[in-house]
């Protein structure tokens, strides 16, 4: 079994085949049309025209009121969702006790059905 330190080349070695730079702040492509990553991507014009069809969303739509350094929160609608692009907000939690399990089926066949 692969470890995660393990996984990590493979990532790089993905994005380095598809001519994407390796870079912590981006989502990495980890099978073809399906990309993982921080909340950024998601919410750049640029990136999402070249790559994102769907998004799933695991924040809640909840965002930092100003900036990273303030621990204010707000709830904010899809960015892109008026663009084509296909939301599923979930509410979760991020914290250790959180149980993510209930949003399996439904992420699931959300993911399914972007790439398809």
């Not at 393990?6 to 492509?29: C, F, H, I, M």
């Not at 073809?32 to 769907?54: D, F, K, Y």
């Not at 969303?57 to 296909?86: C, H, M, Q």
Request: hydrophobic share 40%; glycine share 6%.
């Amino acid at each position: 079994a692969a470890t995660a330190a393990g996984a990590l080349p493979a990532l790089v070695e993905v994005a380095a085949t598809n001519k994407e730079r390796y870079d912590e702040s981006s989502a990495q492509q980890v099978v073809p049309g399906l990309w993982l990553g921080p909340l950024a991507p998601s919410e750049s014009a640029q990136w999402v025209r070249r790559h994102v069809t769907h998004v799933l969303d695991a924040t809640g739509g909840y965002r930092r009121k100003v900036s990273a350094l303030e621990n204010e929160w707000i709830k904010k609608p899809p960015p892109f969702a008026g663009d084509g692009v296909e939301y599923l907000v979930l509410d979760a939690e991020d914290r250790a006790d959180f149980d993510l399990s209930t949003f399996f089926a439904q992420s699931t066949e959300f993911i399914g059905s972007a790439l398809s």
